[in-house]
């Protein structure tokens, strides 16, 4: 039974009509308990981040013919209804293979008030198994953007392009941040921010657009060794298993050359990190995003929310490197050490989160340089 206008629990829940940030965890939290997030089940640990949610599989997947999106006055299910194949449950698990498309419905629903929009992300360890997913949701032209107002369902789209995965109901793959007004730092702000808390460990950093990232193949730390690229055929990784793989069964480990180049193979897939060490601050969130689609032919596959605290000093971080998921796209392409790959925007927090990234949730990530994904034991 609904509750009546007078009752409605989303009438609790309300932001100033002038404020402009990131949500934090209490705040969506508190979305929850006033409706204005449903899910189908309570949360689970670690489920609410800093600065996101994650997202959780349902009970149920389709395999469809082709990507999509439903555009105006269409909804996922008919969509669904028309592309799919088959359908098969995730009760007990099931494997995605790779080059196919998947939809699957999400636990949680939404039912936005008008000043709240979501934007949603891979997380992390998705991005490093290189799980291509996105979320849709009814109606919509774009993926990942959900607008200010919308009440109705979330579906993920997934599509693993290395290692066939497998996934069960309450899997988490992909993120979700809700943002009122324009939380986007400008020139004159992150000039500030950066004077201030210094966001990068290099002392000509370059702050047009967001922080400059660029990728390191000068070898870390001395060892010679710049990164892994992607074995093929290999075995399925369970996106729930933590440490539950060898690295060698599934990656090999790509030295330095002495020029710092390094060729990019069409189709092969690529952890590199970062050359440069960056941090947000505890009352800022960052999105990594493409630094020029014209400057190469190579695509970063990002995993692209930092959290409050990624790398900061006060959360147990002393900087941390951006790990990049990279492809070349149709022709072999060198990549130099210190190309720009990408920029991080930042943008304010409306408060500051109860635990910072890395303090309390058990990140894998936090002071991290080249790393793989949870799921591999080092």
Not at 67 to 91: C, N, W, Y
Not at 284 to 298: H, I, K, Q, R, S
């Given at each position: 039974m609904h509750p009546t206008p007078d009752e409605d629990p989303r009438l609790t829940f309300t932001v100033a009509a002038d404020a402009n940030g990131i949500l934090p965890d209490r705040m969506i939290?508190?979305?929850?308990?006033?409706?204005?997030?449903?899910?189908?089940?309570?949360?689970?640990?670690?489920?609410?981040?800093?600065?996101?949610?994650?997202?959780?599989?349902?009970?149920?997947a389709y395999r469809v013919?082709?990507?999509?999106?439903?555009?105006?006055?269409?909804?996922?299910?008919?969509?669904?209804?028309?592309?799919?194949l088959h359908e098969f449950s995730l009760a007990d698990g099931a494997v995605l293979e790779t080059n196919c498309v998947y939809i699957v419905p999400l636990l949680e629903s939404l039912a936005l008030p008008?000043?709240?929009?979501?934007?949603?992300?891979?997380?992390?360890?998705?991005?490093?198994?290189?799980?291509?997913?996105r979320v849709i949701a009814d109606g919509t032209r774009r993926f990942d953007m959900i607008g200010a107002g919308y009440h109705g369902p979330l579906y993920a789209e997934i599509s693993p392009k290395t290692f066939p995965v497998l996934v069960s109901e309450g899997s988490r793959l992909s993120q979700v941040r809700f943002r009122t007004g324009d939380a986007i730092l400008d020139a004159d702000e992150l000039d500030a921010l950066h004077a201030s808390e210094r966001l990068v460990d290099v002392d000509d950093a370059d702050l047009t657009g967001g922080v400059a990232v660029s990728v390191d193949l000068s070898g870390e730390k001395g060892t010679g060794f710049v990164g892994y690229r992607a074995k093929r055929h290999t075995g399925v990784v369970d996106v729930d298993r933590r440490s539950g793989y060898a690295v060698e069964?599934?990656?090999?480990?790509?030295?330095?050359?002495?020029?710092?180049?390094?060729?990019?193979?069409?189709?092969?897939?690529?952890?590199?990190?970062?050359k440069e060490a960056v941090q947000v601050p505890p009352d800022y969130a960052a999105e990594m995003v493409p630094f020029d689609p014209l400057v190469g032919e190579f695509r970063v596959h990002y995993a692209g929310f930092f959290d409050p605290g990624f790398g900061y000093a006060g959360a147990g971080g002393q900087g941390a490197r951006a790990v990049l998921e990279v492809r070349s796209r149709e022709v072999p392409f060198i990549l130099e050490h210190g190309q720009?790959?990408?920029?991080?925007?930042?943008?304010?927090?409306?408060?500051?989160?109860?635990?910072?990234?890395?303090?309390?949730?058990?990140?894998?990530?936090?002071?991290?340089?080249?790393?793989?994904?949870?799921?591999?034991?080092?």
């Amino acid at each position: 039974m609904h509750p009546t206008p007078d009752e409605d629990p989303r009438l609790t829940f309300t932001v100033a009509a002038d404020a402009n940030g990131i949500l934090p965890d209490r705040m969506i939290a508190a979305m929850a308990e006033a409706g204005l997030i449903l899910p189908a089940y309570d949360f689970v640990e670690s489920q609410i981040q800093p600065a996101s949610l994650d997202l959780r599989l349902g009970d149920v997947a389709y395999r469809v013919r082709a990507s999509f999106l439903p555009g105006p006055g269409a909804t996922v299910a008919e969509r669904i209804d028309q592309l799919k194949l088959h359908e098969f449950s995730l009760a007990d698990g099931a494997v995605l293979e790779t080059n196919c498309v998947y939809i699957v419905p999400l636990l949680e629903s939404l039912a936005l008030p008008p000043e709240i929009v979501a934007a949603a992300n891979p997380k992390s360890s998705t991005g490093r198994l290189d799980v291509f997913t996105r979320v849709i949701a009814d109606g919509t032209r774009r993926f990942d953007m959900i607008g200010a107002g919308y009440h109705g369902p979330l579906y993920a789209e997934i599509s693993p392009k290395t290692f066939p995965v497998l996934v069960s109901e309450g899997s988490r793959l992909s993120q979700v941040r809700f943002r009122t007004g324009d939380a986007i730092l400008d020139a004159d702000e992150l000039d500030a921010l950066h004077a201030s808390e210094r966001l990068v460990d290099v002392d000509d950093a370059d702050l047009t657009g967001g922080v400059a990232v660029s990728v390191d193949l000068s070898g870390e730390k001395g060892t010679g060794f710049v990164g892994y690229r992607a074995k093929r055929h290999t075995g399925v990784v369970d996106v729930d298993r933590r440490s539950g793989y060898a690295v060698e069964d599934f990656w090999e480990p790509i030295s330095a050359r002495p020029d710092g180049s390094l060729i990019l193979d069409p189709g092969e897939f690529y952890i590199l990190a970062s050359k440069e060490a960056v941090q947000v601050p505890p009352d800022y969130a960052a999105e990594m995003v493409p630094f020029d689609p014209l400057v190469g032919e190579f695509r970063v596959h990002y995993a692209g929310f930092f959290d409050p605290g990624f790398g900061y000093a006060g959360a147990g971080g002393q900087g941390a490197r951006a790990v990049l998921e990279v492809r070349s796209r149709e022709v072999p392409f060198i990549l130099e050490h210190g190309q720009i790959v990408g920029r991080l925007v930042y943008e304010k927090m409306l408060s500051r989160p109860d635990a910072m990234y890395g303090q309390r949730i058990g990140s894998n990530y936090q002071a991290q340089g080249l790393k793989l994904s949870k799921h591999f034991r080092v």
